[in-house]
């Protein structure tokens, strides 16, 4: 009879210890999207109120907006990519600390690739040129990986509170693979010839002259930020808060 409230126990600690840590993953997160909801909001609206006739989202991409000597709110959305992927690189760490399977484990560790990138666009802004395409780069890969890999953990827990990021990750494939493909569907691309080399379709995606009116890339890639927000909500809602830990995780004693 001792041995089994022993081990009940120490059960009991490691779910404290758990939730703890989803409880740190969670307010990380809410950090993490507030700030890059702020840095971005702000740059945006402090654009339209200054060049409204001249700015369009469907012109000009994010890197644009964020080029020093080129938009005079460029600070706060560096600021805002910077520091707000960085608070959400800690709550994927902290998720990945919780998770109890190989293709979750890949999944976070995509994931914290992916911010960290987000990150590195914001401290590297186009002024940088090609250590901002590099990052952007990678945002666009990762995403497009970790995305994928959070599908395969979902279908694989099969957990009705995992509908949502399964959601919102279809979208990120779907999204990153519109831009990663873009080359085939709406560049033009001739036989024999690699829309990657040398990082040709990135540097489309940041900055394009002459510039139509309608640019698809700028608009996929705004896009992908916004999937990306509502997509990290979701996971911060439905994998940290005490609802979505699955009771299938508590030992039974």
């Known amino acids: 009879m001792i041995e089994p409230n022993l081990q009940g126990t120490r059960y009991a600690v490691i779910i404290s210890k758990t939730e703890k840590i989803a409880r740190l993953a969670y307010l990380f ?4 999207l507030i700030g890059l909801f702020i840095g971005i909001g702000l740059s945006v609206f402090i654009e339209h109120m200054q060049h409204g006739d001249k700015y369009s ?3 000009f991409s994010i890197s644009e907006l964020g080029t020093y ?7 706060l959305i560096n600021a805002g990519l910077f520091f707000g992927s960085l608070s959400l690189t800690m709550g994927a760490l902290f998720g990945l600390q919780i998770n109890r399977t190989i293709t979750g484990t890949l999944f976070w560790l995509s994931l914290i690739v992916t911010f960290l990138a987000l990150a590195a666009t914001g401290l590297f802004p186009l002024n940088v040129y ?5 990052a952007v780069s990678i945002f666009i890969y990762f995403g497009f990986f970790s995305a994928l890999l959070g599908l395969i953990d979902g279908l694989i827990m099969r957990k009705a509170q995992y509908i949502m990021p399964m959601v919102f990750a279809c979208l990120m494939v779907g999204i990153h693979g519109a831009i990663l493909t873009w080359p ?3 560049g033009g691309v ?3 010839e690699n829309p990657f080399s040398e990082g040709l379709l990135f540097q489309a995606i940041v900055s394009q002259s002459p510039k ?3 640019w698809w890339l700028s608009i996929l890639f705004w896009l992908s930020i916004i999937t990306t927000w509502l997509w990290v ?5 439905c994998y940290f808060l005490p609802q979505g830990q699955s009771k299938a995780d508590k030992p039974k004693i």
């Open 57 to 59: 989202l469907l012109q």
């Open 130 to 134: 090609h250590l901002h395409i590099q």
């Open 69 to 75: 000597n080129r938009s005079s709110s460029a600070i």
């Open 233 to 237: 909500l979701s996971i911060c809602r």
């Open 29 to 32: 997160g809410l950090l993490g």
């Open 184 to 186: 085939y569907w709406g």
């Open 212 to 214: 139509p009116q309608t």
């Open 190 to 192: 001739g036989v024999g």
